[in-house]
């Protein structure tokens, strides 16, 4: 297990990426598998930086666990920030053309998709997502 911690700002997402692409590429993870976690990386840290805290400027800690049989990545993300379960928001209407939709929902829409698990839970006054790549 591998923990970063660092200022939950919209700069540390590039951070926040290397840190687990590095664990990434030891593990030989697929190209395709390590873009779509680059994309949850980018919009579930971005949303904490965005909205955790605002307008202040808090701490998020971003936790890399790694998984055998079959090989997967668990990533989770804990912040002390106001309390919010994204998995609790209504799906985006992808029926809809780009400009009928409402704006926000589509970045969770997507990591839900891509990602083989997703877990939201507030515990001891924390947000804690968790995200589960098999490859």
Sequence with gaps: MKELTVEAAVENIEVVTLFVNEELEKMECPLKAQTQIDIAIDELFGNIARYAYSPDIGKATVRLEVEDDP??????????????????????????????????????????????????EYKNEQNILRIKKKF
């Design 71 to 120: 090989l997967a990545v668990v990533i989770t993300f804990m912040d002390k920030g106001r309390r919010f379960n994204p998995l609790q928001q209504a799906e985006p209407d992808t029926r809809l053309s780009a400009l009928d939709r409402e704006i926000g929902g589509l970045g969770i829409f997507l990591v839900k998709k891509t990602m083989d698990f997703v877990e939201y």
